[in-house]
């Protein structure tokens, strides 16, 4: 059975903890972590397991990697929603910066270092100490704007030069090389060669095949 003594206890302790959340919210700054190519996921996930076992959740609150949504055109011309990092090679810590915050994060696998100012050794050879520099309020705010509302971006994987071939319609098994490509539109324009001259044709993405 609680006593009220008990009850005033945890009280005051939650009702601490509450207000140490608090100033952690209202002192914590976003702050850019490079990260080594390709492992962005795999570093947000390691660094969210650190931050519970080191138990700093109340000094780093938390790990994003910005994106916006991609639309990739595949070669049958069907569409494959994905998404595109905003700053690929790089992970957004909001974080209440001291040396045991800092520690877990700079320890964390695959992070190279936070963006700062660099600082020399006195007298010293070499690289220096990088001092975190935490992101204006105003760029974190454009940042996640632009995660929000960008519409999705049109990726295929053909570009201007590709060699292609004709799958389907009345240029059907022709050849030709691709001279412009218009994503929005799921179009492209290749010379193809009619009649001895090299004619510009507008086509589908699915109507072509990218030769290897």
Aim: hydrophobic share 35%; net charge negative.
């Amino acid at each position: 059975m609680t006593s009220a003594t008990d009850e005033e206890h945890n009280s005051i302790v939650h009702s601490e903890e509450t207000q140490e959340h608090t100033a952690a919210e209202h002192e914590a700054r976003w702050y850019a972590v490079q990260v080594a190519s390709g492992c962005e996921k795999r570093v947000k996930t390691n660094l969210e397991q650190r931050i519970q076992s080191f138990d700093v959740a109340d000094k780093i609150l938390q790990v994003e990697i910005p994106h916006t949504p991609a639309v990739k055109i595949r070669k049958d011309g069907s569409r494959q929603h994905t998404e595109e990092k905003v700053f690929p090679g790089y992970v957004l810590v909001r974080m209440v910066m001291d040396d045991d915050s800092w520690q877990v994060v700079r320890n964390t696998s695959h992070v190279i270092n936070f963006v700062g100012a660099e600082q020399k050794r006195g007298g010293g050879k070499g690289r220096g100490h990088v001092k975190p520099v935490p992101l204006g309020h105003a760029e974190v705010e454009r940042i996640f704007k632009q995660t929000s509302e960008q519409e999705p971006i049109v990726k295929i994987d053909m570009a201007t030069g590709d060699k292609i071939v004709v799958l389907s319609g009345p240029f059907k098994d022709f050849e030709g090389e691709v001279i412009e490509v218009t994503p929005e539109r799921s179009k492209l324009k290749a010379l193809l060669s009619i009649f001895g001259r090299e004619t510009p044709v507008e086509l589908e993405f699915n109507q072509v095949q990218k030769q290897s």
